[in-house]
């Protein structure tokens, strides 16, 4: 099953990826000299976390999705467990009981005081019905109970699991000069996917813009992918020239450069 997991959630974060990169193609497809440039010297520093905010929300939803699932399956195994004990209890039956004692009253006369007449006086005796074995099975009842109970127990534990999970503050991320501690891990995804918008918001040019650029007004901007930005200028400090030394980059060269995460994506300059 973990297995099976990992795959279904490498699937999704693939499709996203795939996904937000036809959007950007279509982007570029509206104004190609921007996803071209001009030829100048290119500077790629501005990581936008998409790629990150992806694959934690991959990470979250998936964990939610799995105690959810959980907890299905043990309603389930609940639901099974009460039905053992109706059936434990229709089994009762009226006609079995215990003995049970009953008082039955028998009569007879004495003779009186002088002067008086004979006296009435009633006995009791203990009867009961010849039956035997007990109304209700008794311990069936009881195992049926305690397997109910404790499917109920295993409910609540995967229920109060979820809600630490999705309630406890100790994530943090740095993006920057800016620093997002204590975090939920719902609340770091959404800091991540509102950086990310607002870098991509802000590298995008409008079609004036562009013009500016192209008369050098402006700095001009595109937006590239984490291996097109190693290739369009990214500073290599001295310990990484030489893995990165490869066309395309290797992955010793993206751990090196602290490519955080493949699907990320570069705001660049051009100047």
Same mark, same amino acid.
């Given at each position: 099953?973990?297995?099976?997991?990992?795959?279904?959630?490498?699937?999704?974060?693939?499709? &996203?990826?795939? #996904?937000?990169?036809?959007?950007?193609?279509?982007?570029?497809?509206?104004?190609?000299?921007? #996803?071209?440039? =001009? $030829?100048?010297?290119?500077?790629?520093?501005?990581?936008?976390?998409?790629?990150?905010?992806?694959?934690? #929300?991959v990470t979250f939803t998936g964990t939610v999705r799995n105690s959810i699932f959980s907890s299905e =399956?043990?309603? +389930?195994?609940?639901?099974?467990?009460?039905?053992?004990?109706?059936?434990?209890?229709?089994?009762?039956?009226?006609?079995?009981?215990?003995?049970?004692?009953?008082?039955?009253?028998?009569?007879?006369?004495?003779?009186?005081?002088?002067?008086?007449?004979?006296?009435?006086?009633?006995?009791?005796?203990?009867?009961?019905?010849?039956?035997?074995?007990?109304?209700?099975?008794?311990?069936s009842i009881n195992s049926a109970y305690q397997q109910v109970e404790a499917v109920y127990n295993s409910?609540? $534990?995967?229920q109060e699991s979820t809600k630490t999970y999705t309630g406890k503050k100790d994530y943090s991320w740095?993006?920057?000069? =800016?620093?997002?501690? +204590?975090?939920?891990?719902? $609340?770091?995804?959404?800091?991540?996917?509102?950086?990310?918008?607002?870098?991509?918001?802000?590298?995008?040019?409008?079609?004036?813009?562009?013009?500016?650029?192209?008369?050098?007004?402006?700095? &001009?901007?595109?937006?590239?992918?984490?291996?097109?930005?190693?290739?369009?200028?990214?500073?290599?400090? +001295?310990?990484?020239?030489?893995?990165?030394?490869?066309?395309?980059?290797?992955?010793?060269?993206? +751990?090196?450069?602290?490519?955080?995460?493949? &699907?990320?994506?570069?705001?660049?300059?051009?100047?």
């Amino acid at each position: 099953m973990p297995s099976k997991i990992k795959t279904i959630n490498k699937k999704i974060f693939l499709l &996203g990826l795939a #996904a937000l990169s036809a959007g950007l193609a279509i982007l570029f497809l509206n104004f190609p000299d921007q #996803a071209k440039g =001009q $030829g100048g010297d290119t500077s790629c520093d501005t990581e936008i976390p998409i790629g990150e905010a992806m694959e934690q #929300a991959v990470t979250f939803t998936g964990t939610v999705r799995n105690s959810i699932f959980s907890s299905e =399956q043990l309603i +389930d195994d609940e639901i099974d467990k009460i039905k053992n004990l109706i059936s434990a209890v229709q089994r009762c039956d009226p006609n079995k009981c215990d003995p049970v004692c009953y008082l039955v009253p028998h009569t007879s006369t004495a003779p009186g005081a002088p002067g008086q007449g004979p006296v009435t006086i009633t006995t009791y005796t203990c009867e009961h019905d010849a039956c035997t074995g007990e109304i209700c099975p008794v311990s069936s009842i009881n195992s049926a109970y305690q397997q109910v109970e404790a499917v109920y127990n295993s409910i609540v $534990g995967v229920q109060e699991s979820t809600k630490t999970y999705t309630g406890k503050k100790d994530y943090s991320w740095k993006y920057g000069s =800016q620093n997002y501690n +204590d975090q939920s891990a719902g $609340g770091i995804v959404t800091a991540m996917l509102k950086t990310a918008r607002e870098s991509f918001s802000g590298c995008f040019l409008t079609s004036d813009e562009w013009n500016q650029y192209q008369e050098g007004k402006i700095t &001009g901007k595109i937006i590239s992918t984490c291996p097109e930005a190693m290739i369009l200028g990214r500073e290599l400090p +001295d310990e990484c020239k030489i893995v990165c030394n490869t066309n395309p980059p290797s992955d010793a060269c993206y +751990d090196c450069m602290d490519c955080k995460s493949p &699907g990320n994506f570069f705001c660049c300059d051009l100047k």
